[in-house]
């Protein structure tokens, strides 16, 4: 199917009576602005190359494993732009594939934080992903599409992460406490047409941007752990020399 040209842009949208008037709004709308409202660019709904976009399952823990199984549920905290990450995995019983709503993920799809933290997308292509000994679950904090045929599940997540398309996301975030988004808003997000027509490097710039976040991410887990034992060191300390003064 083709893609659907639309005539998409915050230019577009601003020339509507204001729909939202509150700070969060504004002070987000105004960075993504800059890029949203480029008139050299054709935009693309991206809803035009996803199929079957829908929220995960929200799971009661009765149908949570005390063990390990090869049920894995995917909270947002896991969804990350440089893959997942196994911190409180969630594990699930073989019963829960008896629900009507059951579904699992599958290679090609993008997920999308939806609350919480807002618009971190993964691609299911991530090498993070092990189809062959896993079966996943997203929970109902995270949206899920099915990227049709011909089209980069990869380029698409990518995009959905860089900073000013995430800023748009937050801006269209409602809710009072915790903010979240909903389906419609990800059928309608703009997207260049160019970057699902043509062959760019792209997808080569987010593999460096990874990597090099990687690198990051391992050195704070380094720092990380030697502040934990740093506290307990002095904590030792102190508890030796309260001990003593009793």
């Known amino acids: 199917m083709a ?28 960075v993504a602005n800059e890029f949203f409202s480029n008139k050299t660019i054709s935009w693309v709904a991206l809803g035009s190359v996803l199929e079957k976009v829908q929220n995960g399952m929200n799971i009661k823990t009765d149908y949570y494993s005390m063990e390990e199984t090869d049920t894995l549920y995917l909270s947002v905290s896991q969804i990350k732009e440089y893959g997942l990450i196994d911190k409180n995995q969630n594990y ?21 934080t939806r609350s919480g933290t807002i618009g971190v997308a993964l691609s299911t292509n991530h090498s993070s992903f092990n189809f062959d000994d896993y079966s996943y679950v997203a929970s109902g904090f995270v949206i899920t599409a099915k990227v049709k045929e011909g089209f980069s599940a990869n380029a698409i997540a990518g995009y959905i ?9 937050t801006a269209m975030a409602a809710g009072a406490c915790q903010k979240n988004i909903a389906q419609p808003i990800i059928n309608n997000l703009p997207i260049p047409e160019c970057l699902l027509n043509s062959e760019t490097d792209i997808e080569q710039d987010l593999a460096y941007y990874e990597k090099e976040s990687r690198k990051i991410i391992e050195c704070i887990a380094l720092q990380e752990k030697k502040l934990s034992e740093l506290k307990s060191q002095v904590s030792a300390l102190i508890k030796d020399k309260i001990i003593s003064l009793g």
Not at 8 to 19: G, K
Request: aromatic content about 12%; glycine content about 0%; charged content about 20%.
């Open 3 to 30: 893609i659907v040209i639309e005539k998409n842009s915050l230019n577009y949208i601003a020339s509507f009576s204001p729909i939202r008037c509150d700070t969060h709004f504004k002070h987000n709308i105004e």
């Open 161 to 169: 992460n860089l900073f000013n398309v995430q800023k748009y996301l």
């Open 92 to 112: 699930l019983t073989d019963e829960v594939k008896e629900l009507n709503s059951y579904f699992e993920l599958a290679k090609n799809m993008i997920l999308i």
